[in-house]
T-cell receptor, first 110, second 112 residues
Framework: QKEVEQNSGPLSVPEGAIASLNCTYSDRGSQSFFWYRQYSGKSPELIMSIYSNGDKEDGRFTAQLNKASQYVSLLIRDSQPSDSATYLC??????????FGTGTRLLVSP | EAQVTQNPRYLITVTGKKLTVTCSQNMNHEYMSWYRQDPGLGLRQIYYSMNVEVTDKGDVPEGYKVSRKEKRNFPLILESPSPNQTSLYFCATATSLNNEQFFGPGTRLTVL
């Protein structure tokens, strides 16, 4: 069974701080990695994709991938209350096949 | 505007009454998929389609059917709904180039 593990949280950070979200996966053959943001009652929204080891930055978001450790992370700099949501880690285990973690709830307090 | 639409957005029905949830996209994406989302279980794939007339089972296909007669549409059919199919359902689409999937707004289904 291919699995993606996330801490359910909630992860609480003050406004302006860095939020660090983590994800581990079991399938060593995985080639694509994604972070989705989901507000309560809404659909998942793709915020980052990463395909090779290292860091990828997009605005306040940085995705980090370490395939040897089977570890993906998302850093959110200068966290804002509007970043409060559930963050889903998804791993591509085959062509157009995604396995999702259960998500980490992030709370950013003003 | 590029979008994925689902209808209905909310549905309350009774056990055994056949229903269809529609999904339509205007992005000309080859790939479409259905997921259900349940508390503590996350998003689980029900069925997916690589292109017209090409469909395959995901992780939780029991009790569901799909069809892909046109590229833009991918309806989800529950022939005889049961209470354990009460869930939040999402349709997603992607191009054939990568795994970046874009989700519709969701359909909240309650089966009594």
């Amino acid at each position: 069974q291919k699995e993606v593990e996330q801490n359910s949280g909630p992860l609480s950070v003050p406004e302006g701080a860095i939020a660090s979200l983590n994800c581990t996966y079991s399938d060593r053959g995985s080639q694509s990695f994604f972070w989705y943001r989901q507000y309560s009652g809404k659909s998942p929204e793709l915020i980052m994709s990463i395909y090779s080891n290292g860091d990828k930055e997009d605005g306040r978001f940085t995705a980090q991938l370490n395939k040897a450790s089977q570890y993906v992370s998302l850093l959110i700099r200068d966290s804002q209350p509007s970043d409060s949501a559930t963050y889903l880690c998804a791993v591509g285990t085959g062509f157009q096949k995604l396995v999702f973690g259960t998500g980490t709830r992030l709370l950013v307090s003003p | 505007e590029a979008q994925v639409t689902q209808n209905p957005r909310y549905l309350i029905t009774v056990t055994g009454k056949k229903l269809t949830v529609t999904c339509s996209q205007n992005m000309n994406h080859e790939y479409m998929s259905w997921y259900r989302q349940d508390p503590g279980l996350g998003l689980r794939q029900i069925y997916y389609s690589m292109n017209v007339e090409v469909t395959d089972k995901g992780d939780v296909p029991e009790g569901y059917k799909v069809s892909r007669k046109e590229k833009r549409n991918f309806p989800l059919i529950l022939e005889s709904p049961s209470p354990n199919q009460t869930s939040l359902y999402f349709c997603a689409t992607a191009t054939s180039l990568n795994n970046e999937q874009f989700f519709g707004p969701g359909t909240r289904l309650t089966v009594l």
